[in-house]
């Protein structure tokens, strides 16, 4: 075993002592064993000081070993503030310890105590802010002194992903309680997910004493843990963390790198207690733990906590503590027993029988730190005269360890977040929690039960209910009668000297709390964001209780009245990575993706889709795309448009409907032809555009934006459950391939493969909507002038979108007919100034600044966005979307290049952005679009570019379209 302070007679649950682990803290070596945490392996070798705290930069070591605590954060070197307790040990590991100046050992700031009466609770709200000016210069100072830890924001992200998991019952907890519920339900047919924060499934049972001979635990865990790890109903997640309660038990499950989100038709939580420690001075010298900190070190880590100990409680656990230390060759100096009748008479008998001392009445007032206050190195002993008060004289006991324990407090924040309330009865410091959700069960300590046999009924018995509302069939266990008291009334020992912690994480003390209620906060969350207590990494665990008790007894009130503060998720800390997840792209394929890269397109990301940009090298684009689209203006060539949105309208409303959605005027368009369509949000921002084809009175096909469909079809989906109008609303997006044959010889491509239609232009004129068959398949035909020339949208069953391509590629064989890419598609588009949604516009484009006064109609009452549309286009313009020209020998501005108000300031304002550029072999220009000022329209004025390397073009606003003005190109013969 490796370290000084191992036992030498324990295996130790969690580690693997044949298996050597290397690790360096503060830069010296130390060595542990597989499955140490960072702290049980420090104090293995005797190293207690792992941190200084958050205000005074005093000494901290562990208190629970179970991370619910802020004194064990360290640094590693790609990431602050770890839990030592929960962070296991690995080769060559790194760490460091957190909030010093200079170094851990001898920290220049451990001074700050002496100047605790300069910093009195709240000192920071009722400072700094006069005389006027002052904080300017406390500001730079304040920040260095405050944080945890640093971030290496040069460190390698690492995988984080998300799983979903479905369940009929989710039993959080997997001590006995947890594990009695998980295996009743399991073998009533239930599919059972147990999720526990440790490594391996036992809860209490890995580390509690729960009688006199030491055998119960163990015993019980071995049965218990047997069963369900071989149930075939049962799922256990380990070192996972449910991190919250949402509605309907949705439940965020945190195991290392994965987010598990997980819904469960029932939920049982059994969550456990937090120990709570004792107030008196000097509670937080090193060495002074939870009792159940010293009894994790023993069973789950093999580890000696100390040599002589003192043991300080409030009920009987301590003294089975003090048997377990006594067993692991730890002297036991004292039992200290707050309590004036002491424990019961068995375990006084088995105490004493192994020479054990136990002083009842008395605690401990103040814990007496080592010479460089570094570790424990005795108490004070006082025999207690009331509540709170003690004896004035007392009794020195030589100690390097205090074990305390004053009671519990339920593990209550998922159920608070599930809106149970929790509730505290004074006279038998009892808790309680009521108001839970029908679908949610509590079992165990957290229902305020302490006996063994007791809380594994209670699994059974919340097992019970689950199962009754699944409707499974089941037996209600035998009726639960506990009686055991865990909680001290008042273990609070205010010491006229101060350092009484009662917020560990904050450095505050009991006189904190009271004084915070006698400036006026009376109420305890006006109290917690005062003081700050509860807002520490710990989130209240240890001082929620304390805190509550302070306040009720300063302002006459019972700690029920006083209540805790809110519980919110999530349970611990969360990486943003486990919420963001894997760096997940996903992607969609066309049906014909296999022939473009067979025909050796480059292909970039369209939404969710692949897409062709162009088919050649990206070191010869700007060449392939001007070669592509000299092709289309000059011949014929064919894209993929797959990636359209394709929406259908069908029912009685269908005309009204669409109507209401788009700016255009639709409830007389013709059956047969198609009609661009805008649409607006409620702000009167553009945010799609389409083509509607009306086939029927009834019936509309509408296409969106490749990125935008599913938005359009959510806002179609959204605005029809007010409206109840006669339609059904579909997404057959995937359900479609299309592709587009433009250019002045793509009614010859088409004629060749499409017989049982008229393509001529009489009867299939300009904005025309078509339906046929090319070798058997129905065809839908949209005539559309988007790159601006004669052209046809072929939209066809996803299913023989590859066959169809191959029959039109063939077709145009005859044509020199090539495919085209979506860069080249755009350029030719830019040529006939036609906008694309979310390119050229923003997040405040309205129809006004995009010169799309025409497609809204003035004569119809309603469509989305009419009155706000209205409104902003009345306003005075800031601003307008134009056309520009440049030379082509000009340096061509990019996408995002800014516009300037003057090229002769250089401190001038920003008046718009370049939405596209690009250089037209047909136009012998760079031309693009930009929002310029409003003062900067006019056709013929020049307005700056700041382009690469600083430079400024001057771009001349040109009338649009720059390519056809007359539309002549659509009626090629």
Same mark, same amino acid.
């Given at each position: 075993?490796?370290?000084?302070?191992?036992?030498?007679?324990?295996?130790?649950?969690?580690?693997?002592?044949?298996?050597?682990? +290397?690790?360096?803290?503060?830069?010296?070596?130390?060595?542990?064993?597989?499955?140490?945490?960072?702290?049980?392996?420090?104090?293995?070798?005797?190293?207690?000081?792992?941190?200084?705290?958050?205000?005074?930069?005093?000494?901290?070591?562990?208190?629970?070993?179970?991370?619910?605590? $802020?004194?064990?954060?360290?640094?590693?070197?790609?990431?602050?503030?770890?839990?030592?307790?929960?962070?296991?040990?690995?080769?060559?590991?790194?760490?460091?310890?957190?909030?010093? @100046?200079?170094?851990?050992?001898?920290?220049?700031?451990?001074?700050?105590?002496?100047?605790?009466?300069?910093?009195?609770?709240?000192?920071?709200?009722?400072?700094?802010?006069?005389?006027?000016?002052?904080?300017?210069?406390?500001?730079?100072?304040?920040?260095?002194?405050?944080?945890?830890?640093?971030?290496?924001?040069?460190?390698?992200?690492?995988?984080?992903?998300?799983?979903?998991?479905?369940?009929?019952?989710?039993?959080?907890?997997?001590?006995?309680?947890?594990?009695?519920? $998980?295996?009743?339900?399991?073998?009533?047919?239930?599919?059972?997910?147990?999720?526990?924060?440790?490594?391996?499934?036992?809860?209490?049972?890995?580390?509690?004493?729960?009688?006199?001979?030491?055998?119960?635990?163990?015993?019980?865990?071995?049965?218990?843990?047997?069963?369900?790890?071989?149930?075939?109903?049962?799922?256990?997640?380990?070192?996972?963390?449910?991190? $919250?309660?949402?509605?309907?038990?949705?439940?965020?499950?945190?195991?290392?790198?994965?987010?598990?989100?997980?819904?469960?038709?029932?939920?049982?939580?059994?969550?456990?207690?937090?120990?709570?420690?004792?107030?008196?001075?000097?509670?937080?010298?090193?060495?002074?733990?939870?009792? *159940?900190?010293?009894?994790?070190?023993?069973?789950?880590?093999?580890?000696?906590?100390?040599?002589?100990?003192?043991?300080?409680?409030?009920?009987?656990?301590?003294?089975?503590?003090?048997?377990?230390?006594?067993?692991?060759?730890?002297?036991?100096?004292?039992?200290?027993?707050?309590?004036?009748?002491? $424990?019961?008479?068995?375990?006084?008998?088995?105490?004493?029988?192994?020479?054990?001392?136990?002083?009842?009445?008395?605690?401990?007032?103040?814990?007496?730190?080592?010479?460089?206050?570094?570790?424990?190195?005795?108490?004070?002993?006082?025999?207690? @005269?009331?509540?709170?008060?003690?004896?004035?004289?007392?009794?020195?006991?030589?100690?390097?360890?205090?074990?305390?324990?004053?009671?519990?407090?339920?593990?209550?924040?998922?159920?608070?977040?599930?809106?149970?309330?929790? *509730?505290?009865?004074?006279?038998?410091?009892?808790?309680?929690?009521?108001?839970?959700?029908? +679908?949610?069960?509590?079992?165990?300590?957290?229902?305020?039960?302490?006996?063994?046999?007791?809380?594994?009924?209670?699994?059974?018995?919340?097992?019970?209910?689950?199962?009754?509302?699944?409707?499974?069939?089941?037996?209600?266990?035998?009726?639960?009668?506990?009686?055991?008291?865990?909680?001290?009334?008042?273990?609070?020992?205010?010491?006229?000297?101060?350092?009484?912690?009662?917020?560990?994480?904050?450095?505050?003390?009991?006189?904190?709390?009271?004084?915070?209620?006698?400036?006026?906060?009376?109420?305890?969350?006006?109290?917690?964001?005062?003081?700050?207590?509860?807002?520490?990494?710990?989130?209240?665990?240890?001082?929620?209780?304390?805190?509550?008790?302070?306040?009720?007894?300063?302002?006459?009130?019972?700690?029920?009245?006083?209540?805790?503060?809110?519980?919110?998720?999530?349970?611990?800390?969360?990486?943003?990575? +486990?919420?963001?997840?894997?760096?997940?792209?996903?992607?969609?394929?066309?049906?014909?993706?296999?022939?473009?890269? %067979?025909?050796?397109?480059?292909?970039?990301?369209?939404?969710?889709?692949?897409?062709?940009?162009?088919?050649?090298?990206?070191?010869?684009?700007?060449?392939?795309?001007?070669?592509?689209?000299?092709?289309?203006?000059?011949?014929?060539?064919?894209?993929?448009?797959?990636?359209?949105?394709?929406?259908?309208?069908?029912?009685?409303?269908?005309?009204?409907?669409?109507?209401?959605?788009?700016?255009?005027?639709?409830?007389?368009?013709?059956?047969?032809?198609?009609?661009?369509?805008?649409?607006?949000?409620?702000?009167?921002?553009?945010?799609?555009?389409?083509?509607?084809?009306?086939?029927?009175?009834?019936?509309?096909?509408?296409?969106?934006?490749?990125?935008?469909?599913?938005?359009?079809?959510?806002?179609?989906?959204?605005?029809?459950?007010?409206?109840?109008?006669?339609?059904?609303?579909?997404?057959?997006?995937?359900?479609?391939?299309?592709?587009?044959?433009?250019?002045?010889?793509?009614?010859?491509?088409?004629?060749?493969?499409?017989?049982?239609?008229?393509?001529?232009?009489?009867?299939?004129?300009?904005?025309?909507?078509?339906?046929?068959?090319?070798?058997?398949?129905?065809?839908?035909?949209?005539?559309?002038?988007?790159?601006?020339?004669?052209?046809?949208?072929?939209?066809?069953?996803?299913?023989?979108?590859?066959?169809?391509?191959?029959?039109?590629?063939?077709?145009?064989?005859?044509?020199?007919?090539?495919?085209?890419?979506?860069?080249?598609?755009?350029?030719?588009?830019? %040529?006939?100034?036609?906008?694309?949604?979310?390119?050229?516009?923003?997040?405040?484009?309205?129809?006004?600044?995009?010169?799309?006064?025409?497609?809204?109609?003035?004569?119809?009452?309603?469509?989305?966005? +009419?009155?706000?549309?209205?409104?902003?286009?009345?306003?005075?313009?800031?601003?307008?979307?134009?056309?520009?020209?440049?030379?082509?020998?000009?340096?061509?501005?990019?996408?995002?290049?800014?516009?300037?108000?003057? @090229? *002769?300031?250089?401190?001038?304002?920003?008046?718009?952005?370049?939405?596209?550029?690009?250089?037209?072999?047909?136009?012998?220009?760079?031309?693009?679009?930009?929002?310029?000022?409003?003062?900067?329209?006019?056709?013929?004025?020049?307005?700056?570019?700041?382009?690469?390397?600083?430079?400024?073009?001057?771009?001349?606003?040109?009338?649009?379209?720059?390519?056809?003005?007359?539309?002549?190109?659509?009626?090629?013969?």
């Amino acid at each position: 075993m490796r370290g000084y302070n191992r036992l030498p007679n324990s295996a130790g649950l969690f580690i693997n002592p044949a298996k050597p682990v +290397n690790f360096t803290f503060e830069g010296k070596t130390y060595q542990g064993v597989e499955g140490d945490t960072i702290a049980s392996a420090l104090i293995a070798n005797d190293q207690w000081l792992m941190s200084r705290s958050f205000k005074y930069h005093r000494p901290r070591a562990p208190l629970t070993m179970a991370g619910q605590d $802020a004194n064990t954060l360290v640094q590693l070197e790609n990431e602050p503030n770890v839990l030592a307790d929960r962070s296991c040990i690995v080769d060559n590991m790194n760490v460091l310890g957190q909030n010093y @100046n200079g170094s851990l050992e001898h920290d220049k700031d451990d001074k700050l105590g002496y100047a605790g009466r300069f910093m009195p609770v709240g000192f920071y709200y009722r400072a700094f802010y006069k005389p006027k000016g002052v904080w300017d210069k406390w500001e730079p100072f304040i920040r260095k002194k405050a944080g945890l830890g640093y971030a290496d924001l040069s460190f390698t992200p690492t995988y984080h992903d998300k799983a979903y998991l479905f369940c009929d019952l989710a039993v959080i907890g997997a001590g006995p309680a947890g594990l009695a519920a $998980a295996l009743k339900a399991a073998d009533a047919g239930a599919n059972v997910l147990l999720i526990d924060e440790n490594p391996i499934i036992g809860g209490a049972l890995t580390y509690h004493r729960f009688d006199i001979a030491g055998k119960k635990a163990q015993s019980l865990r071995e049965e218990l843990t047997e069963k369900v790890l071989n149930h075939v109903n049962i799922q256990t997640l380990t070192s996972a963390t449910c991190n $919250a309660w949402f509605a309907d038990n949705y439940l965020p499950v945190i195991q290392g790198n994965r987010m598990y989100k997980v819904r469960a038709k029932q939920c049982v939580i059994a969550s456990g207690a937090f120990e709570q420690h004792v107030v008196f001075r000097n509670n937080d010298v090193p060495g002074v733990v939870m009792s *159940s900190a010293a009894m994790r070190l023993m069973s789950q880590y093999a580890v000696k906590p100390g040599n002589k100990a003192v043991v300080l409680t409030g009920n009987d656990d301590g003294y089975y503590c003090a048997l377990e230390l006594a067993k692991n060759g730890v002297e036991v100096a004292l039992i200290l027993d707050m309590r004036k009748e002491g $424990a019961s008479p068995e375990l006084q008998s088995a105490v004493a029988s192994i020479g054990l001392e136990v002083r009842l009445n008395s605690t401990v007032y103040e814990a007496l730190p080592s010479s460089d206050k570094k570790h424990l190195s005795g108490v004070m002993v006082h025999d207690i @005269n009331g509540k709170g008060s003690v004896s004035q004289k007392g009794v020195k006991v030589d100690c390097d360890l205090l074990c305390m324990s004053s009671g519990y407090m339920p593990v209550y924040q998922l159920l608070c977040q599930a809106g149970a309330k929790l *509730s505290y009865n004074d006279d038998s410091a009892l808790f309680s929690l009521t108001n839970l959700p029908d +679908n949610c069960q509590i079992a165990g300590s957290v229902n305020g039960l302490h006996d063994l046999d007791a809380v594994v009924r209670d699994g059974e018995l919340a097992a019970h209910y689950s199962l009754l509302s699944l409707g499974l069939e089941t037996t209600e266990p035998q009726p639960i009668n506990c009686n055991v008291k865990t909680n001290f009334e008042w273990p609070i020992f205010k010491h006229p000297k101060g350092k009484d912690f009662v917020d560990f994480d904050e450095d505050l003390q009991a006189k904190d709390i009271v004084n915070a209620t006698r400036l006026g906060y009376r109420d305890i969350q006006l109290v917690k964001r005062f003081s700050t207590v509860g807002m520490g990494p710990s989130q209240g665990r240890h001082s929620a209780l304390p805190t509550a008790r302070l306040v009720a007894d300063a302002t006459n009130r019972t700690v029920t009245e006083t209540g805790v503060t809110t519980a919110r998720p999530p349970f611990v800390p969360e990486k943003l990575a +486990n919420i963001a997840g894997r760096i997940f792209n996903p992607h969609k394929y066309t049906p014909m993706h296999k022939r473009h890269l %067979e025909l050796g397109a480059h292909m970039i990301p369209a939404g969710v889709w692949r897409r062709p940009a162009y088919y050649g090298s990206p070191a010869e684009r700007d060449d392939v795309i001007q070669r592509e689209s000299v092709m289309v203006r000059n011949a014929v060539g064919m894209i993929d448009v797959s990636t359209l949105g394709g929406l259908e309208v069908r029912g009685p409303d269908a005309a009204e409907f669409v109507n209401r959605i788009y700016t255009f005027a639709f409830l007389k368009q013709p059956v047969g032809k198609t009609r661009y369509a805008v649409l607006t949000n409620e702000q009167g921002v553009v945010i799609d555009d389409g083509v509607a084809c009306r086939i029927e009175d009834d019936h509309y096909y509408i296409t969106a934006t490749t990125s935008g469909v599913d938005a359009v079809y959510r806002e179609m989906t959204k605005w029809n459950a007010q409206w109840r109008l006669d339609v059904d609303i579909a997404n057959v997006t995937s359900a479609f391939s299309a592709v587009n044959v433009a250019g002045p010889l793509s009614r010859k491509v088409l004629e060749k493969v499409c017989s049982d239609v008229d393509l001529s232009n009489e009867a299939f004129p300009y904005l025309g909507y078509r339906e046929g068959t090319i070798q058997g398949v129905p065809v839908r035909l949209l005539r559309v002038g988007f790159v601006g020339e004669l052209g046809y949208e072929i939209h066809m069953p996803s299913l023989f979108g590859e066959t169809l391509w191959d029959l039109l590629m063939e077709a145009g064989k005859e044509f020199n007919m090539k495919p085209f890419g979506v860069e080249t598609q755009r350029l030719l588009r830019l %040529e006939k100034g036609h906008i694309i949604v979310s390119q050229d516009t923003d997040g405040m484009s309205h129809p006004g600044e995009l010169s799309l006064d025409w497609a809204i109609s003035r004569k119809k009452p309603f469509f989305i966005g +009419n009155r706000s549309v209205d409104i902003v286009m009345a306003r005075e313009q800031t601003r307008k979307l134009v056309g520009f020209k440049l030379d082509a020998k000009s340096s061509c501005p990019k996408e995002g290049h800014i516009v300037l108000a003057s @090229n *002769s300031q250089l401190d001038c304002a920003i008046t718009g952005n370049v939405t596209s550029s690009e250089f037209s072999t047909t136009i012998n220009a760079n031309i693009g679009m930009a929002f310029v000022g409003i003062n900067q329209q006019e056709v013929g004025s020049k307005f700056p570019i700041r382009v690469d390397n600083g430079e400024l073009v001057m771009a001349e606003v040109v009338p649009l379209p720059f390519y056809d003005v007359d539309n002549a190109r659509q009626e090629v013969l």
